[in-house]
């Protein structure tokens, strides 16, 4: 499991440089920074997004999965913990909650965190969990200079999803096919969508309810295509 571990690693260090330049930057250019990165969040969730074939599942996955975040109160939740955390440690950054899930979600919800952690489950080296360690190293630090010190908890829920789906291959094979990965990760790209468009300030998307799309387009490729 040590791509998972050096994935993990990769975020920490840059995060902690990322976080050297928050404390450095002015606040019109901490602006910026966060203007840019929240239109590469778009791009990426775009890219993710066209990827799909089964656009009926990736509505009605947006549909029942947000309708289930709501019920349970998922983005409250997430708050409430993210604010227990800043309590627990001390931290003074307003936009910790936004960035620890913005981070999280970026570096989870990528075709390359399923398939690197099938790669390594499988035996194999860990090539994809290497190559995304350096991706996810790069833009932590970008992402380090706009929320600060919030992108290095973000390496947290990376290692345990990584780590727990390298597991779960270990223990039981890959049983995620090619159609599931795909549509998985499309689902991903139109969260991220959102998550730019929250960066971006236009308007407040609860992501965090919308998480357990993730699970019902799955669910879906999986009963019916």
Do not use: H
């Amino acid at each position: 499991m040590w791509g998972t571990i050096v994935n993990s690693a990769a975020i920490i260090a840059g995060g902690l440089i990322g976080t050297f330049f928050n404390k450095s930057l002015p606040k019109r250019f901490q602006t910026i920074v966060f203007q840019a990165m929240g239109l590469c969040t778009i791009v990426i969730g775009i890219s993710m997004a066209l990827k799909m074939d089964y656009m009926l599942f990736c509505v009605l996955s947006l549909l029942a999965g947000g309708l289930l975040g709501e019920l349970l109160k998922l983005d409250a939740q997430i708050d409430k913990l993210s604010s227990r955390v800043k309590r627990i440690v001390k931290i003074k950054n307003d936009r910790f909650s936004e960035g620890f899930i913005s981070t999280s979600l970026l570096f989870c919800v990528g075709a390359m965190a399923i398939l690197g952690a099938v790669e390594e489950g499988s035996g194999q080296y860990p090539n994809l969990l290497l190559t995304k360690s350096v991706m996810d190293g790069f833009s932590s630090i970008a992402f380090g200079a706009a929320f600060g010190i919030a992108v290095i908890f973000s390496s947290i829920p990376v290692f345990i999803y990584q780590g727990l789906l390298t597991f779960l291959v270990i223990l039981f094979g890959n049983l995620l096919s090619e159609a599931i990965i795909n549509e998985v990760s499309a689902v991903g790209g139109v969260l991220l969508i959102g998550l730019g468009i929250n960066l971006l300030e236009v308007v407040r998307i609860k992501i965090v309810n919308l998480l357990p799309a993730l699970i019902f387009v799955g669910a879906l490729v999986w009963l019916f295509a």
